[in-house]
C-alpha cells in the first residue's frame, strides 16, 4: 500500500520505518524543513536504538521518502496518517489544532478514495471530527461525491521509547477502532507481517484504550513509591515487596520499580488528558489526582533527603548521573531528573551532570550554570555526593574504587535503586536508595 504519513516525531518517524519495513511504500510529510533535510541525509532527529541504521536501510531500498510538500505525494496515498503532536494545554486537555490543521490540509488536497488513520493520542470523538474536517474541506474544493467515500480509523500507538522499533514489530496486540469491516480488514492487511492479536472496538473506545492504558501503569508506578515510602525506617526492601506482589498474574511484575516518578512524553500528558476529559463529563476522577500528586511529590521527597543527609547544599558540588527521563532515549520531556537537577539548583548546589545521550537536549532546559562533563567519571569528579537519576546500564560498569577516589565524600543517593546491589556500603560508599529499608536516615526520611 502506498502511505503517507503526517509527522515526523517520535511516533511519526518509527511507524513509518515500521511500516516501510513491512514492504510498504511510505511518504513521511513534515513542515520542518531542516528535520526533514536531515531525515534525506539518513540522519534521525532523536535518539533511538536502532533508529538510524534501519533509516539508512530503507532509504537505500527506496521504501521511505521524506518532504514537506503533501500536495506531491497525496495522490497516490491509499492511506493517510495522522501522527502530528497532540500537547496538553495548561487545563491537561489535548491541544488539537495541529491535527485538525493537518485534516483540514488533507481535504483541500486529497481527489482520491483513501482511508485516514489518526495515531495521534487524542480525546473521544476526535477521530470523527478529523472526518468530518477533511470530508468539509473537500467539499469546498467541489468534491464532495468522493468525500463520501473517506473513511476514518483510530489506530492508537503503543511504543516505548528505547524499544520503539521492537514494539512496533512484536506488539502486545493492534487496536482497531472503526465503524465497518471494510476498514478493519484494510487494516489488518496493513499489518500483515505482525504476529499479534487484533482487537476491533468502536472509534470511540480506540481513543480511550490509549490513554487508560498509560493512565494505568502510571498508577502502578504511583502505588510502589508509595509503598517505598513506608517501607523507609522498617527494615523490609521495596524491591522485594514488589517482586512479591509482582509474581500474582493478576498483578504483574511491570512498572512496580520505586524511584523519583515517571516522566516522559506519555505517560503525564495521557494521565492529565483523562483526568481533564473524566472533568469534562461531570466526573471527578479522584484516583488520577492521587496518581499526579504523588509523582510530583516524590522527586521532592528525594531531593529532601539529600538535604537531611547532607545539610545545606549552598556551594556544594553535586554530580549528577543521568538527564534523560528513562534510558536508551535522549528525551527529556517532563523527565523527574530535570526537575530533580532544578531543585538543587534553586538550594544552592553546584551540578555536575552526564548523560550518555541527552544532555544535547538538557543544555535546552537547564540553566548555563550547569555543568556538562564529557564522561561519568569527570562529573564526579571533586563531588561532594553523586545523584543517580537514570539508570543508564553503563553507569553498572564504572570502577567504583575509582569513583571513590575522584569524590570528597564517597556518597550516593540513588533515585533508581540500580545500585543497591553492589555492596557500595561495603566498598566505604554512604548509599541511599528508595524504599530500601535504610534506617540509618530513613525516619526523617518518613517525616517529609
Known amino acids: 500500500m502506498n502511505l503517507v504519513i503526517i509527522g515526523t516525531g517520535y511516533v ?3 511507524t513509518g520505518l515500521g511500516f516501510a519495513s513491512l514492504g510498504h511504500r511510505v511518504a513521511c510529510v513534515d513542515t520542518d524543513a531542516a528535520k526533514v533535510a536531515r531525515l534525506d541525509l539518513g540522519e534521525a532527529p532523536f535518539y533511538e536504538p536502532g533508529l538510524e541504521e534501519t533509516l539508512k536501510r530503507l532509504q537505500e531500498q527506496g521504501r521511505i521518502v521524506f518532504t514537506t510538500d503533501l500536495e506531491s505525494v497525496i495522490g497516490e496515498a491509499d492511506i493517510v496518517m495522522f501522527a502530528v503532536q497532540t500537547p496538553p ?47 468539509s474541506a473537500m467539499a469546498l474544493q467541489g468534491r464532495e461525491d ?21 514494539d512496533f514489530l512484536h506488539p502486545d496486540r493492534i487496536v482497531v477502532g472503526a465503524d465497518d469491516e471494510v476498514v478493519f480488514q484494510t487494516i489488518e492487511r496493513l499489518h500483515e507481517g505482525i504476529a499479534a492479536p487484533v482487537v476491533r472496538v468502536r472509534l470511540e473506545s480506540s481513543e480511550l484504550i490509549k490513554v487508560c492504558a498509560n493512565a494505568f501503569l502510571a498508577t502502578k508506578i504511583s502505588f510502589i513509591n508509595e509503598v517505598a515510602n513506608i517501607v523507609e525506617g522498617t527494615g523490609a526492601d521495596v524491591r522485594e515487596v514488589a517482586r512479591g506482589i509482582g509474581l500474582d498474574k493478576r498483578i504483574g511484575s511491570q512498572f512496580l520499580r520505586a524511584g523519583i516518578g515517571f516522566g516522559g512524553s506519555c505517560f503525564p500528558k495521557d494521565v492529565s488528558a483523562l483526568k481533564s476529559y473524566a472533568g469534562i463529563h461531570g466526573y471527578d476522577f479522584k484516583l488520577l489526582h492521587a496518581v499526579i500528586e504523588v509523582n510530583n511529590t516524590q522527586r521532592h521527597r528525594f531531593v529532601q533527603r539529600i538535604v537531611e543527609t547532607m545539610g545545606t547544599l549552598k556551594g556544594r558540588k553535586l554530580a549528577v548521573w ?46 548555563e550554570s550547569v555543568h556538562f562533563a564529557p564522561t561519568a567519571m569527570d562529573a564526579a569528579s ?36 540500580c545500585f543497591a546491589d553492589l555492596g557500595l556500603v ?22 517529609g
Open 322 to 367: 543521568g538527564l534523560a527521563f528513562k534510558p536508551d532515549t535522549d528525551d527529556i520531556r517532563e523527565s523527574a531528573a530535570i526537575a530533580v537537577v532544578r531543585d538543587l539548583l534553586g538550594l544552592g548546589a553546584e551540578v555536575s551532570a552526564y548523560d550518555p545521550k541527552a544532555m544535547r537536549n538538557a543544555r535546552t532546559a537547564l540553566p
Open 146 to 166: 468522493l468525500s463520501t467515500l473517506i473513511r476514518v480509523a483510530s489506530v492508537p500507538e503503543f511504543l516505548r521509547e528505547g524499544a520503539a522499533l521492537d
Open 12 to 14: 511519526g518517524l518509527t
Open 426 to 447: 561495603a566498598l566505604g560508599f554512604q548509599y541511599f536508595g528508595v524504599g530500601l529499608g535504610n534506617a540509618e536516615s530513613a525516619s526523617s526520611w518518613m517525616r
Open 382 to 417: 571533586g563531588a561532594d555526593a553523586l545523584v543517580v537519576l537514570t539508570e543508564w546500564p553503563e553507569f553498572l560498569q564504572v570502577s567504583f574504587s575509582t569513583l571513590k577516589a575522584q569524590m570528597v565524600e564517597p556518597m550516593i543517593f540513588d533515585g533508581r535503586n
Open 89 to 135: 494545554r495548561a487545563n491537561g486537555e489535548a491541544e488539537l489544532s495541529y491535527l485538525m490543521g493537518a485534516a483540514g490540509q488533507v481535504g483541500a488536497l486529497l481527489s482520491r478514495e483513501a482511508l485516514l488513520i489518526v495515531k495521534s493520542t487524542v480525546p473521544v470523538g476526535t477521530n470523527r471530527k478529523v472526518l468530518a474536517t477533511v470530508r
